[in-house]
């Protein structure tokens, strides 16, 4: 079974940076697309930032210039620099990966559990 193992959450003040890491862990025979969602209190999950095994990468408009994504494919690992922090930025952040596993040959999405991340201003 393929777990995500997210690490780096927590509190920071306005202005200021968080990286967040996602480990994924298991049979994995290869991950197309990874990166990260995040969901507001009373509102739906939005995607953030998605890279490619290649390296393609998307950005939600909002953290365009502020987040850089970028993931170490040896390692089955994404990262989420995060700088310029603002309070809207404030959510639980779930990582994603894309994968195919040994016994199951197709791509399926995988979730994290989430970490937080409370931005104070």
């Known amino acids: 079974q393929v777990q995500l193992v997210e690490s780096g959450g927590g509190l920071v003040q306005a202005g200021g940076s968080l990286r967040l890491s996602c480990a994924a862990e298991?049979?994995?025979?290869?991950?197309?697309?990874m990166g990260w969602y995040r969901q507001a209190p009373g509102k739906q999950r939005e995607m953030v930032a998605s890279?490619?095994?290649?390296?393609?990468?998307n950005y939600e408009d909002s953290v365009k210039g502020r987040f850089t994504i970028s993931r170490d494919n040896a390692k089955n690992t994404v990262y989420l620099q995060m700088d310029s922090l603002k309070s809207e930025d404030t959510a639980v952040y779930f990582c994603?990966?894309?994968?195919?596993?040994?016994?199951?040959?197709?791509?399926?999405?995988?979730w994290g559990p989430g970490t937080q991340v409370t931005v104070s201003s």
């Open positions: 890279i490619f095994r290649e390296g393609a990468t």
């Open positions: 298991g049979p994995i025979f290869d991950i197309n697309d």
């Open positions: 994603f990966a894309d994968a195919r596993t040994v016994a199951f040959m197709s791509y399926r999405a995988y």
